[in-house]
């Protein structure tokens, strides 16, 4: 970690962007078990480190492909929580006017491509942005979120073998929570190494913390500028944990409680706090983002419980240009 | 005006709309490749010499070159994708149905896909794989539009319209009308050649062509089931009995206005298809005939189908599987029969 290199203003701009994809989720979960908010949700928490890491590293211009699991990836790339908020409750000031919900949403306004819940469905879309920038010789670079579990997905394979042929602008960012729904990624795979499957396609692959997300920003900073400046493509295995449920109730009962308790040592805000205290920085700024974030996010919720629903006959719209 | 094949028509549309819009690029499997075949059915060939950045040859990777194709749409690029057999867009079936056909209506409409989608299709000599008419399957998917184009006229006319289209255009090309030459000729071809104005056109979706004007039945068919319903109606003429047949050119949007002109005149229609009978476009339209126009109807709407099983290989079960001139013509002496 080349911390001594970053302004305080620098971190605590990565510790809000964390923050605030935490409290969000913990506020969301909250509305959804409490039976306000409709659908079903897959959450973010113990990830945040990845999505701010890697977003931090993008530009105007930039795009990325998200999961079933995007809420993370939109509020990192900037996109408005009241606008996600309000995609969460189907309401028509949502992002995607509520036909999108929780596992569909984006705005590519913001760079974040909305619909991909599909595992793997985003890997060959974000190739072919990066082709698309190259076609158009646009100075920019597409960055492709997936979990462990996609890269078991034939399009994972399908898409870095043409990225590599075309040596295309694209990062491939694998967060690798360990767990596929409920099945261990050790049952599904013999690689001890994610990102020795880039291997296979003579592309760069690198495996790091992701909990870190110093480490993240700055992997994904070296990647994002190497295809930028033509040099390809490459694959970055972030190391995490999924700290809460695959998706709506679940206790991730098969998560063992050793494994679990380890995992919230090592999570990415318990961890970057540590950091900032050990920089010096007091635990008033801290606790002052952490009451701001909250008073954002209320915001949001009011906001988006205030909205409108889309009229019924509203389904009928926006199927063809 | 020159006589043009299907194939060489759909050449030069491509052609034409990639001097016209540099965002607009050909990708797929076995296309643009120095003494290739341009494609399965030779409607790339050659012109990788006058765009030789884009016509993007791919890896066998369906699934993956179908969301590249989304992708680089997403940036403005207008991608015409080239598959070999109609039979293989199940390979990129998440592509289709789950991204491209959804994306724009899931973003609440903030994105265009403006994609082109061509495959051949059609029952022709190689079994069950390879033979698949694909249109039933996309037919009931919401949010991609369908072309079905039997002349060297419409093919040129239609995709002109697909690519400046901002939408997902499947089209569906016959294998035995392209009029492929060389090495990529198909046996038993029949000549579905247009002569092409030598000045620009395109042809709107959703309007349909009466391709014989009559006044006793209609038969609604498209791409080869259209020459077979035309040949039937020549042969019924002689004997007395007045056939219209329409060829509605494109199934999604579809042309209901002139399917009820003519019902309206004939009182009796049958459909013709290619595909297994259950679920498939026969069945959509009959029950909109049903639905809509049963006062003008003096018969019970009848279908002619391939029966529900994969098609064959074996030229005498193919035979028996395609719908044929003779079917058509048997069908509508019945019909006549129990209505006059």
Known sequence: ?321 | MARLTIAEALREAIREEMRRDENVYCIGEDIGIPGGWGGAFTVTLGLEKEFPDRIINTPISEAGFFGVALGSSLIGLRPIIDVQYGDFLFCAMDQIANQIAKLRYMSGGKVKIPIVIRAPVGVTGRGAQHSQMMEPFFHCLPGIKIVVPATAYDAKGLLKTAVRDDNPVLIFEHKLLYGAKGVRSESGSIDASSEIPEEEYTIPFGKAVVRKQGKDITIIATLLMMYRAYEAAQILEEQGISVEVIDPRSLVPFDWETVKKSIAKTGRVIIVEESPRRGGIGAEIAATIAEEMLDFLIAPVRRIAAPDTPAPFSPVMEKFYVPSTERIVQTVKEIINISS
């Open chain 1, 1 to 321: 970690m080349k911390e001594n290199y970053y302004s305080t203003e620098q971190l605590l701009m990565f510790y809000r962007k964390m923050v605030l994809i935490r409290e969000f989720e913990e506020r969301v979960k909250f509305l959804f078990l409490e039976g306000i908010m409709p659908g079903t949700i897959h959450q973010y928490q113990g990830q945040e480190a990845c999505a701010v890491g890697v977003c931090s590293a993008l530009k105007k211009g930039d795009i990325i492909t998200t999961t079933h699991r995007p809420h993370g990836h939109c509020i990192a790339m900037g996109m408005d929580i009241k606008s996600i908020m309000a995609e969460l409750f189907g309401k028509v000031t949502g992002c995607c006017r509520g036909k999108g919900g929780s596992m569909h949403m984006g705005d590519i306004e913001k760079g974040v491509v909305p619909g991909i819940a599909i595992v793997g469905g985003g890997i060959p879309i974000a190739t072919g942005i990066g082709f698309g920038f190259k076609m158009k010789n646009m100075p920019n670079v597409a960055v492709c979120f997936m979990g462990d579990g996609a890269t078991n997905e034939g399009t994972f394979h399908e898409s870095l073998n043409m990225a590599s042929v075309w040596n295309l602008p694209v990062v491939y960012v694998v967060e690798n929570n360990f767990y596929g729904a409920s099945t261990h990624v050790s049952l599904v795979m013999k690689v001890e190494k994610i990102s020795e499957r880039a291997s296979a396609y003579r592309i760069s692959g690198i495996t790091i913390d992701g909990n870190d997300v110093i480490k993240v920003y700055e992997t994904a900073m070296e990647a994002v500028e190497k295809a930028r400046s033509g040099g390809g493509p490459t694959l970055i295995e972030l190391l995490t944990y999924r700290i809460t449920g695959h998706s709506r109730r679940d206790p991730a009962t098969y998560q063992p409680p050793e494994e679990k308790k380890k995992a919230l040592e090592n999570e990415p805000i318990k961890k970057f706090t540590s950091f900032l205290l050990s920089r010096g920085v007091s635990k008033e700024i801290i606790e002052s983002i952490r009451e701001e974030v909250k008073i954002e996010i209320e915001e949001a919720v009011k906001y988006a419980m205030e909205s409108e629903y889309p009229l019924p006959e509203d389904t009928l719209n926006d199927l063809f240009a």
